[in-house]
């Protein structure tokens, strides 16, 4: 077997034409957890051939690198202020994004950010909660090296 795509929080178009040709209801698979940077606008400080949309396609086999630097970032505009319940973060397949800060703000320049620290390597996945009104998140080091994601998923807080 080949191909095959794991913990997908979206099914491919390929499989729901399969579940379409084997008689499924056809609406909208419902998603367990709300994903809000899924429709954001992905961006990072460099970029070593990997975009940083791809740390929010849904697919945590594909990822997104920065260039090896001082203080290297990614970040998702989410298009608005949310209440963030919690962030998500899959480390890259091949390396891994180590001590470093999730700052949540309302603002573009992150002065009014809530940073909430990471010591040692992302998981697959480490989960972080908050409570915190946020339009970006951005996952900075804290010292030189890459951000290396293979996902983001920034969940909103309950109600």
Same mark, same amino acid.
């Given at each position: ?21 084997? %008689? ?30 791809? !740390?929010?396609?849904?697919? =945590? ?31 890259? =397949?091949?390396?891994? =994004? !180590? ?26 996945? =480490? ?17 030189? %090296?890459?951000? !290396? ?11």
């Amino acid at each position: 077997m080949k191909d095959n795509h794991t913990k997908l929080d979206r099914l491919p178009s390929r499989a729901l034409a399969v579940a379409a040709r084997a %008689g499924a209801h056809g609406a909208p698979a419902e998603q367990l957890r709300p994903d809000l940077a899924r429709a954001g606008t992905a961006s990072q400080s460099s970029t070593d051939g990997a975009a940083a949309a791809y !740390a929010t396609d849904g697919d =945590t086999s594909t990822d997104t690198r920065t260039l090896s630097q001082p203080g290297a970032w990614w970040q998702v505009d989410l298009g608005g202020t949310r209440r963030v319940g919690q962030v998500e973060i899959w480390n890259d =397949t091949s390396m891994t =994004t !180590a001590d470093f800060d999730v700052q949540l703000a309302r603002t573009a320049d992150f002065s009014d950010a809530t940073t909430l620290h990471v010591t040692g390597r992302a998981l697959r996945p =480490t989960l972080l909660d908050t409570d915190a009104e946020a339009r970006y998140i951005r996952i900075k080091l804290t010292g030189t %090296g890459r951000v !290396a994601l293979a996902h983001v998923l920034v969940h909103p807080a309950r109600t």
